[in-house]
C-alpha cells in the first residue's frame, strides 16, 4: 500500500488531510515540527525521515522559497506531489507567496506527477487564525472595501487534496478552490455576528492606517507587508469571481459561508 507523507500536518489543511485519508484506510505519514515524524524546512537533516518511502506528498510550503527546490529534489521515491497555493498568485508582486509559487515551480520541474490548489482565503481564518481574536473582541478593521470574497472552507479543501492524493486523472492540472459566491468582509462580519448571537463591528481602514494598526500590534514589517500584499490583490478583484475546482474534483458544490458560520458559531468560537 502507498504512504503518503502530510506536510504541515498539525495545520488548518493538513490535519484534516490526515484525518480523511486516515478514515479512507490510507497509509498516512504525518510530519511537522511538533508531529511523530519530526520535519522542519529550516533543518534538511529531518527531511529524509520524512519522505523515505513516500509515494505522494502533500506539499505546504514554507514562507521562505529557499529550501523548496532543494527538498522536491530529495524526493527521489515521490511519484505524486499536491501542492497548496494561492489563487491569484500569479498577479501578486514579490511581497507575497514566496514559498508557494516556489513550490509550484519546482513540482513542475520534478518530473513527477503534480497538482497545483490554489485556494481563495479560507473560512477558517475567522475562527482559527487572523480575525479570530478581532472577531471576538467585538471589531473587526481592514482595507478591503466591497470586494467580494469567495471564502473556501478548509474542510472542502482538505477533501478536495485526499481526493486528488488518492485518486487518477488529475495529473498535471491546477484548480481554483472557493466557496460558491463572493462575500464582502462587511457582509462576512454580519454573517457570523447573527450565527453567533451577538454585535459585532466592521470597520473599513485605509491600508496606510490598517498597516500601523498592525505594526502597533507587534507584527514584523515583512507580515505587515505579505497581508499589504494579500489585500491589495482583493481589491484589484482579481480573487472575487467564484472558482469550479471544488465541483470539478468532489462532483459537489463547496460549502457556503453562511453554512460554515451557522457550524463554527455553534462550537461557542465568537462567544
Known amino acids: 500500500m502507498r504512504e503518503i507523507l502530510i506536510l504541515g500536518a498539525t495545520g488548518k489543511t493538513g490535519r484534516r488531510v490526515v484525518r480523511l485519508l486516515r478514515a479512507a484506510g490510507e497509509r498516512v505519514r504525518p510530519a511537522s515540527r511538533s ?118 472552507d478548509v474542510e472542502d479543501v482538505a477533501e478536495v487534496a485526499a481526493a486528488v492524493l488518492t485518486g487518477d486523472g488529475h495529473a498535471g492540472r491546477t484548480y481554483e478552490l472557493s466557496g460558491p459566491r463572493g462575500v464582502t468582509f462587511g457582509a462576512a462580519v ?13 470597520a473599513e481602514l485605509t491600508p496606510e492606517a490598517y498597516r500601523a494598526e498592525l505594526l502597533a500590534q507587534g507584527y514584523p514589517v515583512a507580515a505587515a507587508d505579505a497581508l499589504d500584499a494579500l489585500f491589495a490583490l482583493h481589491r484589484a478583484g482579481h480573487t472575487a469571481e467564484p472558482a469550479d475546482g471544488v465541483q470539478r474534483v468532489l462532483g459537489r458544490p463547496p460549502v457556503s459561508f453562511e453554512a460554515y458560520a451557522t457550524r463554527i458559531a455553534a462550537t461557542g468560537a465568537w462567544s
Request: hydrophobic letters at 45%; proline letters at 6%; a negative charge.
Open 35 to 152: 508531529s511523530e515524524v519530526r520535519f522542519d524546512w529550516s533543518e534538511p537533516a529531518t527531511w529524509e525521515d520524512a519522505l523515505r518511502g513516500a509515494e505522494a506528498v502533500y506539499l505546504v510550503a514554507p514562507d521562505d522559497p529557499a529550501p523548496v527546490h532543494d527538498f522536491v529534489k530529495r524526493a527521489t521515491d515521490t511519484r505524486r506531489f499536491v501542492v497548496l497555493s494561492g489563487r491569484g498568485l500569479d498577479l501578486v508582486g514579490e511581497d507575497f507567496g514566496q514559498g508557494m509559487a516556489a513550490a509550484e515551480r519546482a513540482v513542475r520541474d520534478s518530473g513527477a506527477e503534480w497538482t497545483i490548489l490554489r485556494a481563495n482565503n479560507f473560512d477558517q481564518n475567522f475562527d482559527e487564525d487572523l480575525w479570530h481574536a478581532p472577531l471576538r473582541a467585538g471589531r473587526l478593521a481592514l482595507p478591503i472595501g466591497d470586494v467580494p470574497e469567495p471564502f473556501v
Open 190 to 202: 454580519e454573517i457570523i455576528a447573527r450565527a453567533a448571537g451577538r454585535s459585532i463591528e466592521y
